[in-house]
């Protein structure tokens, strides 16, 4: 029983001393921007992928409600940061994709918490890294399942 409250402790402690350190590094970025936590965190997602995501997604990404996410994506709109694209095949969805000066933000964004992510990756090898992306992709499989349970 103590190694699952270990295992639990550091799971909420973990996360949040880098969630912590990753929002305070973006804070001059967002201050410059006038973008709430949710719109930098937003635009670093819907960044760089050639095939946009769906904001549905990022909802249950960052188990954001719609409602929050929808916000998010209207001020980024409204500060043309990204542009809003109905799903031909369902309107129900819409694809997000950024501007070129919505990328150009997300990329600032990148930039301010890219030497934390390598400081945090400091000393671990390519195959414990590759190891992390199979146990983190397993724990957030794990996380939706548990949603899934709690909706």
Do not use: H, W
């Amino acid at each position: 029983m103590e190694n699952a409250r270990k295992s639990i402790l550091t799971y909420i402690e973990y996360s949040r001393k880098i969630t912590t350190i990753i929002m305070q590094k973006m804070a001059p970025v967002r201050k410059k921007y006038k973008l709430t936590k949710l719109d930098a965190n937003a635009l670093i997602f819907f960044a760089g992928d050639e095939n946009p995501p769906i904001a549905s997604e990022f909802s249950k990404c960052g188990s954001y409600s719609k409602s929050n996410v929808s916000k998010a994506i209207s001020n980024l709109a409204q500060k043309n940061l990204v542009i809003m694209e109905s799903n031909q095949e369902d309107r129900r969805y819409q694809k997000i994709q950024l501007t070129d000066e919505g990328k150009l933000v997300a990329k600032e964004l990148r930039d301010t918490i890219e030497p934390i992510i390598n400081k945090l990756s400091k000393g671990i090898s390519p195959e414990q890294k590759n190891q992390m992306i199979i146990f983190l992709t397993q724990l957030k499989d794990n996380i939706n399942e548990v949603m899934k349970d709690i909706e």
